[in-house]
């Protein structure tokens, strides 16, 4: 009973995550006119160039992941070292995805994406609210994350995708909820998982 009056003490201090919704624009992208909702992913806002795509990059120039917090954002008190590692968590991520299959380089270049992301907002963990057998059935404890990404030509600068999503972690990998960013980096290698997939679909590369 204990445990149960300290996370519902905690729940009204407005420290837990609540559920993945439709993220707050940053200011991150300098456009989000062209943005509608995605397709399959409830929340979350997509543009895709008209006639260009992913099947025409094969290369790609990943920019270090800026954390660039939407108004009223969750997160902002968070050490600034801790969101330091963050970013670096998901960037190094997205090289590591990419370099499965696809060349990673460091200037523009023809057939080349420049991709730039952000986080704009982070949702702590509640390691107790993923322990507690009371609260396993319920969303209370799970912390997320959510971002802003685009892809330009690395020459021309022009925009072949654009994405704002938010998200929250969940039970499956345990170990994700015992720490306190634990589903915050659940979330953002969901993100690269998603950004790899869609790629390899692109491309015609099937999955062992």
Not at 136 to 156: F, N, T, V
Request: aromatic share 6%.
């Amino acid at each position: 009973m204990k445990g149960v009056r300290v996370l519902v003490l905690l729940l009204a201090s407005g420290y837990l995550a609540g559920c993945a919704g439709q993220a707050a624009q940053s200011g991150f992208l300098r456009d989000y006119s062209q943005l509608k909702p995605h397709p399959t992913i409830e929340g979350a806002m997509l543009y895709q160039h008209a006639s260009k795509g992913l099947k025409d990059y094969k290369t790609f120039m990943v920019d270090p992941v800026l954390v660039h917090f939407a108004p009223n954002a969750s997160g902002t008190g968070i050490d600034p070292e801790d969101l330091k590692e963050l970013a670096d968590y998901w960037r190094n991520g997205i090289v590591k995805g990419l370099s499965q299959r696809y060349r990673v380089v460091s200037a523009p270049g023809p057939g080349v994406m420049r991709l730039r992301a952000a986080i704009t907002s982070i949702s702590k963990t509640v390691p107790l609210a993923n322990i507690h057998p009371a609260m396993k059935l319920s969303g209370i404890g799970l912390g997320g994350a959510s971002m802003e990404a685009e892809g330009l030509d690395s020459q021309s600068g022009e925009r072949i995708f654009a994405i704002v999503d938010s998200q929250t972690g969940n039970r499956i990998a345990m170990v994700a909820g015992l720490t306190t960013y634990g589903h915050a980096k659940q979330v953002m290698d969901a993100w690269v998982e998603r950004l790899v997939t869609r790629l390899d679909e692109a491309h015609g590369f099937k999955k062992p």
